[in-house]
Structure formats: C-alpha cells, structure tokens
C-alpha cells in the first residue's frame, strides 16, 4: 500500500460517482455491510479474500449471499506468494548455506519451497512460521494486499474514487488488536498518488451485535451457521487469534481442522530454519509459555515446543490447564480485527 500521500476523516471532495465496494468475509459484520449497502439502493460491488484456511461452511455461505438477499455476487480474490517463495528459495541456496545451516535444513526447505496455491499455507512457508497475536501479518497478507491491488487501485483508476465499507464495530473487546478500536473514524480517506483516493467507511461503528443480527433478521438472512455452532467469529478456521473455548469447538465439531494443522505444521516446519514451527504460539498454554522461556536460556532445548496436539489437549482443560472438562462452550467474544476490518 506504498503511495499513500494523506489521510483524512471526512468524505469531502469527491468528484464524479465514486465505486462502492464492501469487503465481506463471511461474518456477521461484515454482511451488515452488505445488507446497509443493499437499502441504500445504488449498485455496489462485494469482494472476499479466500485466505484457502475458511471453513467450507463460510465458503458456501458466500457464495449464496447474493441469492439470498438480491445484492452483488461477492467477487473473490486470493494472494499469490508464487514470487516470494521463488526469492526464499533464492536466499536459502545463497544466504542459509553461506550462514553453514545444516545441509538437511537445508534440503528440506528446498523441497518444500513450492507454492500449494493454499494462500495460508504459501504464506507461513514463504515466511517460514505461523502468524502469531504479536506478529499478525496474516491480515495484511492475505486479504488487505490482494484486496487493494485487485481490487481498489483497478477501481481507483478507472473511477478516481473508491469507498471501501468496513465491517468495523467499537463495541465488544477484541484480543490482539493492533490498533486502538475507539480512535477509529467513521470516515477516513487515504491519497494515492496518481491514482485517485480510498474512502474508508465504517457504517456500523457504534452497533452492538445485537444490531447486526437484527439486520440479518430485518432481510430474513440466518447469519453464518458457524455462530449456531458455537463459533464467536467465522474467518480462518482457526485464526490464530482463537481462545481456548472457541478451539474446543472447533475440534470437537471438527476433527478434521486437527489433521489439516497437524499438517501445515510439518510443512512450515520444514521451511524454518529451526526446523520447528507451530500453529500456536508456544505462550498460549502455561506449560508452552514456561518452555519458551527455558529455550532463551539455552535449557529443555531437546523438548519439542506445543504442537496443534498439544494444544486440542489443552483446549479440553480447565482454567489452570491441568484437569479434562470435556467439551465447554465458546468465550463469545470477537477475536481478531485489522484496521481495515477484514478479519471478524
Ligand atoms: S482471520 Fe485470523 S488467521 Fe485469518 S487473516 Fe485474520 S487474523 Fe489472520
């Protein structure tokens, strides 16, 4: 997003019909965005970034939207790391042998320095490890960028001004936020040299929820089932930003999220140079979080930091993480935000 000369907080200063584009992604606030755009009764386009890491729940209930409610078929873009993986494979055959990294670290990122065409896994292995809450590079990656470069700087060109509706509320608390939520302004602009303006617009700020769900009710739309089963957000499936309850659905609802992680963690492992990278950062259990700190004291180095295993079984712990409590419902918060407000 180099280019960005200005930003303001009004929508002032538009000339001629600006294009109107909301971001979905699959939740409940973001199809408020949807809804709203539909009453407003001028024509407007619905992107989503399919991160290739959703649920197929969320997939299909995209796809339906536009049937179930009379607006835009949502339009869908992906990230490509074909390039930046090709540029790592460079580094690893110049820089890592150069470096004196084992010969088998080695080979085993070359093999596995191939794009899948999953975006989520291509980013972990072009960056070899997982997004974490402290490093939250997932969003910009995988939705912002493909967004803005397929969609908006085509659209800036050719209309000079785009206004981008964001599913952003205030209200409710989000874990690993990167930004103040109550500094965010309904109205914002962003000047792009040469090719015209971004006009952020946060219609559904100050709702509650309970707002959002109302609207759904109002066009007789049932929201993403994921909410019926115990899911506080829909997004990556996990996002990395998940809690310990909303986890414990997710395994027991379905298993299969197990194994895919259990294999994005041996494939991302392969393309680090440590040789080990996890899902999860390793702080999210107790016992995880006090092994991380005897590894930066040189100590436990041959004990293998908390693998996605390690923590479904802490997922079905008690506060503490010691005793089985079997399946507990979901904390019921929202978990994951951006500025841009493409991660529910
Ligand atoms: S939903 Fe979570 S894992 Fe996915 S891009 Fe957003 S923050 Fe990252």
Redesign the pocket.
Known sequence: MDGALNIDQSCDGLTGEPQHIVSVSGGKDSASCYLLAIMRGRPFRAVTAD?G?ENEITYEWISKLSARTGGPEVEIVKADFTARIAHKRQLVQTKWVSDGMPDEIIQAALDILHPTGIP?LDLCIWKGRF?SIKG?F??EH??AEPIFEQVFVPAMASQGNVISWQGERRQGERR?ESQNRSQLPRHQRVRYADIGSLHIWRPILHWSAENTFALHDHFGLEPNPLYRMGMGRV??FP???ARKGELSAIFARFPEVLEKIRHFELLVSKASKRGQATFFAASTTPQGKRLAEDHKRGLRLDEALPGIDDIEAWSRTTRGGRQFDGFKLMDGNQ??S?QYG???
């Open positions: 991160t890491h989520f997004p939250q997932c969003t995988l939705k690993g997004g990556c996002c990395i930003n978990l994951c951006s493409l991660c529910e």
